[in-house]
């Protein structure tokens, strides 16, 4: 149940993404980073980080995600919740809208994993744009 309001929610925001960018939306065949964020349900987070590492596996093995930019960060907010952050980018726009059963049943776990805290959702997904560093050597902008 969880996961499908989750796929809901997903769906919606994506709508407005695109209904909001208009003209200039992206196609849905373009690559698309993103930051998302997990947050463990307590005594969970060995579980999480276990079911974070396997998708990332599987996206990696059926060629949805690039190699780079990828980055997985763990941190603790103020009440001491541990959450994850995750910078990925799917090699098209429209996979996560279509992702296959094997995706969707990690996607199940990693909802059983998460907790709502401080009006944030358990799982939160935000697209983000790669940038140029600036210091002169490879960066994570000059891969899109």
Known sequence: MKFRILW???LTVATLLFSAMGAN?????????VLVTY?????KESDLLGVVRRQWQTLRRLN????APHTLVRATD????????????????SIPDHAPAE????????NKLCEARDGHRG???????????GHGGPSVGSLK
Request: glycine share 4%; hydrophobic share 45%; charged share 25%.
């Open 8 to 10: 809901l929610c997903l």
């Open 25 to 33: 939306a992206a196609s849905p065949t373009d690559p698309e980073t």
């Open 39 to 43: 947050r463990a349900t307590k005594d």
């Open 64 to 67: 949805f995600v690039r190699e």
């Open 78 to 93: 103020e009440k001491g919740g541990v959450y994850f952050v995750e910078v990925l980018t799917w090699v098209s726009a």
């Open 103 to 110: 995706v969707q049943a990690i996607w199940a776990e990693l």
């Open 123 to 133: 799982i939160e997904i935000t697209e983000v744009e790669p940038m140029d560093t």
